[in-house]
T-cell receptor, first 112, second 113 residues
């Protein structure tokens, strides 16, 4: 058990809808990362927060947004969903920078 | 674009044999890490090698890093059926200073009992 909790585990929704994925980092970890894993694109870095502030941005679509709250949990919001957004979304956390990441078990999103 | 490219994409060996996976990357790095992913599960950190290190060991794992060739290899010795998983290299780009990692496409390893 990595100590990183992601909810829900599975999500099935229709095109055009909006969903929120939630992540609780390991106790004491200040940094939260979001990744998208799909068969054709592999593991893509989306966004990183450190102690409540956005630290780095990757290949995150404008339809997607995220935030990290004062208690350090993070949420990834996906809106106007398209079929191509179907993927595994992982959250990872680390105590600081340049340290190994600890991954949750992901949220499997299926857009129909 | 992906920072790391891995080779081979898939590898099938018998239990007890050694497995070698290679990773190439494009830009200067702070460190390179290897992760393992069992089917549909989260990634698990295996080992981290810093840019000024050439080789590192952890149990049955041996990692090498050649910064001049921008490449790394992961060797798993005396493989077991439980080693069946996907293995990813990930780089912490020197220019990033954020700790974010860029992952390769991974090598799928099957160890037959």
């Amino acid at each position: 058990d990595s100590g990183v909790t992601q909810t829900p585990k599975h999500l099935i929704t229709a095109t055009g809808q909006r969903v929120t994925l939630r992540c609780s980092p390991r106790s004491g970890d200040l940094s939260v990362y979001w990744y998208q894993q799909s068969l054709d694109q592999g593991l893509q870095f989306l966004i990183q927060y450190y102690n409540g502030e956005e630290r780095a941005k990757g290949n995150i679509l404008e339809r997607f947004s995220a935030q990290q709250f004062p208690d350090l949990h993070s949420e990834l919001n996906l809106s106007s969903l398209e079929l191509g957004d179907s993927a595994l979304y992982f959250c990872a956390s680390s105590p600081g920078l340049a340290t190994p990441l600890h991954f949750g078990n992901g949220t499997r999103l299926t857009v129909t | 674009s992906q920072q790391g490219e891995e080779d081979p994409q898939a590898l099938s060996i018998q239990e007890g044999e050694n497995a070698t996976m290679n990773c190439s990357y494009k830009t200067s790095i702070n460190n390179l890490q290897w992760y393992r992913q069992n089917s549909g599960r989260g990634l698990v950190h295996l080992i981290l090698i810093r840019s000024n290190e050439r080789e590192k060991h952890s149990g049955r794992l041996r990692v090498t890093l050649d910064t001049s060739k921008k490449s790394s290899s992961l060797l798993i010795t005396a493989s077991r059926a439980a080693d069946t998983a996907s293995y990813f290299c990930a780089t912490d780009p020197f220019s990033s200073n954020t700790g974010k990692l860029i992952f390769g496409q991974g090598t799928t390893l099957q160890v037959k009992p």
